[in-house]
């Protein structure tokens, strides 16, 4: 099973170009996240998802926009990408139920903005 | 402001013995929580997992302990071993407000196990 893919898996982006990092699950998970991890500040919550159609800002969305356009897909756009923007991106799906739930991340992108 | 914090950044511990991982949580909506642990150029694994309705949940050397009183939770793991050693991150969420919950993290310590 496939679970949860990124792409790519790492990139070099000139500063003010334009980059959309994919992600795909096919667990039929309702919720999806994006997060960015530094060194220092953990996972930090960019944008999320909790069912197709809808979005949420997380901690830090400056920079970033998201679409769900249906239930497997979540990409994260730059749209001018500066260097601050540079770390490893991680994309997340969960089925929230009521009771539980569990989350199940991607291998990240390693992006770096020059 | 952050809403789980993981205070300490490293741990170390000998081989055999009880490591114990820390989290403090500021939201009292949160119903759920979570730990992960994360190798380098790996995407974090789901470790064990705890509901607010518990106070303790164990999986094989994995405990968490849940303190809602003191908005408190801690990973135990016993014995520890060295293939432990990897970033552990607590997360937490609002289960019964699916509408606005995310799935928050904190920034994560680093156990280090000696052999």
């Known amino acids: 099973t496939a679970g949860i893919t990124q792409a790519p898996t790492s990139q070099i982006l000139a500063a003010g170009r334009s980059m959309t990092l994919r992600c795909t699950q096919d667990?039929?998970?309702?919720?999806m996240y994006w997060y960015r991890q530094d060194l220092g500040l953990g996972l930090r919550l960019i944008h999320y998802?909790?069912?197709?159609?809808?979005?949420g800002k997380g901690e830090v969305p400056d920079g970033y926009s998201v679409s769900r356009a249906n239930t497997d897909d979540f990409p994260l756009t730059l749209a001018s990408a500066v260097p601050s923007q540079t770390s490893v991106y991680f994309c997340?799906?969960?089925?929230?139920?009521?009771?539980?739930?569990?989350?199940?991340f991607g291998q990240g992108t390693r992006l770096t903005v020059v | 402001d952050q809403q789980v914090k993981q205070n300490s950044p490293s741990l170390s511990v000998q081989e055999g013995r009880i490591s114990i991982l820390n989290c403090d949580y500021t939201?009292?909506?949160?119903?759920?929580f979570l730990w992960y642990k994360k190798y380098p150029a790996e995407g974090p694994t789901f470790l064990i997992s705890?509901?607010?309705?518990?106070d303790k949940n164990e999986d094989g050397r994995f405990t968490v302990f849940l303190n809602k009183s003191a908005k408190h939770l801690s990973l135990h793991i016993v014995p520890s071993q060295p293939g432990d050693s990897a970033v552990y991150f607590c997360a937490a969420i609002c289960l019964h407000n699916q509408a606005g919950t995310a799935l928050i993290f904190g920034k994560g310590t680093t156990l280090s196990v000696s052999s």
């Open positions: 939201n009292s909506m949160f119903d759920y």
């Open positions: 705890i509901s607010s309705i518990k």
């Open positions: 667990m039929r998970h309702n919720a």
């Open positions: 997340a799906s969960t089925l929230i139920r009521r009771l539980n739930t569990e989350a199940f």
């Open positions: 998802s909790n069912t197709a159609g809808t979005t």
